[in-house]
């Protein structure tokens, strides 16, 4: 039996579908690139650190050896970028032919991001570009993509929000909450105009998560405690439950989801008081 007849045998969640995953290098990103890997999706993994990403790629081939039909690449791309964001995807259009699912999650939390009076329009502007241009580049060039899409028609987009987009937080990071509000108005919006063309836009919503992202940033167990005890399950979520999420929403399995914000928060944003 040939390997190419034994991959066709393994039909994946995702089979055939073409992904672009922005933040690919770390966290959320590098966990989804292997699940929708390892579901039969040719991946783009995209982000500003090159070396992170071409990571994400070695460890799809160490896993999935015999996954010879299903390439994924690695791409440098700075999201903030207008002009980068549509070469990221004219890339994959010339490489794969297509476009089926976009996942915008390239995001920071910068370090002196902070409250009302204390924020730097530097840090706010930085924060804005990044987390939700970075967004909008993203869905543009991937709708304009997925319209040529035929055989299946549209696709999905699915965008990185948080749930400080949903309630409020006394540990203010003001320009990081907007930003991520921000992504879910607008994914929102993008689900309703582009409903008809089959383009379902789900935003995700994780919860505070064991990422660097955020543990560089709670570095006491202070810090830690002090967000730990709001959270129903009583632990920090894992960013391939994050993934797990996403591959649901890139696959046909969601095909009458759009317009969410889809929230994977260990009950955080349901609740009132915690168990003890
Ligand atoms: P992470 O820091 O582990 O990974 C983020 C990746 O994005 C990194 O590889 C980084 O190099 C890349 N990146 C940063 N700026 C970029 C740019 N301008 N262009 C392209 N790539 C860029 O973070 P994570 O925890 O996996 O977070 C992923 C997404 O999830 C972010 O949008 C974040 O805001 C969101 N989120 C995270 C948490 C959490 O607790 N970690 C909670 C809610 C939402």
Redesign the pocket.
């Known amino acids: 039996m040939s390997i190419s007849s034994v991959i066709k045998d393994i039909k994946g969640r995702l089979d055939g579908k073409v992904a672009i995953i ?8 590098f966990e989804s690139a292997i699940l929708f890997a390892r579901e039969g999706a040719y991946v783009v993994a ?4 090159l070396k ?1 990403a071409e990571a994400v790629i070695e460890r799809i081939k160490e896993k999935f050896p015999l996954n010879v039909l299903r390439r994924s690449v690695a791409y440098k ?4 970028k207008e002009e980068e964001v549509k070469k990221l995807v004219e890339f994959t259009l010339k490489e794969f032919g297509k476009l089926n699912i976009m996942f915008n ?5 910068h370090p002196h991001d902070d409250n009302c009076l204390n924020t730097d329009e530097k840090v706010w502007d930085l924060t804005m570009n ?2 939700l241009k ?1 967004v909008w580049y993203g869905c543009k060039y991937a709708i304009e993509a997925m319209r040529k899409n035929t055989d299946p028609k549209g696709g999905s987009i699915i965008n ?4 400080v987009g949903l309630m409020g937080a006394a540990t203010p990071q003001l320009a ?1 909450t907007a930003s ?1 509000g921000a992504v879910i108005a607008l994914s929102r919006e993008l689900a309703v105009t582009h409903a008809r063309e089959n383009i379902r836009v789900n935003s995700l919503c ?4 064991r ?4 543990m560089d940033f709670l570095n006491t167990d202070e810090k830690k405690n002090r967000r730990l005890v709001h959270l129903p399950i009583g632990r920090f979520g894992e ?1 391939v439950e994050q993934a797990q999420a996403a591959l649901f929403l890139a696959s046909d399995e969601s095909s009458y989801v759009t317009g969410t914000e889809f929230k994977v928060d260990g009950g955080l944003t349901a609740a009132y008081v915690t168990p003890e």
């Open positions: 922005t933040g690919a290098g770390s966290g959320i990103g995209a982000d500003i650190n992170s791309v700075d999201v903030s999650n390239a995001g920071i939390m990044i987390n970075g990185t929000a948080s749930f990081y991520k994780p919860g505070p998560l990422t660097p992202l955020l960013p």
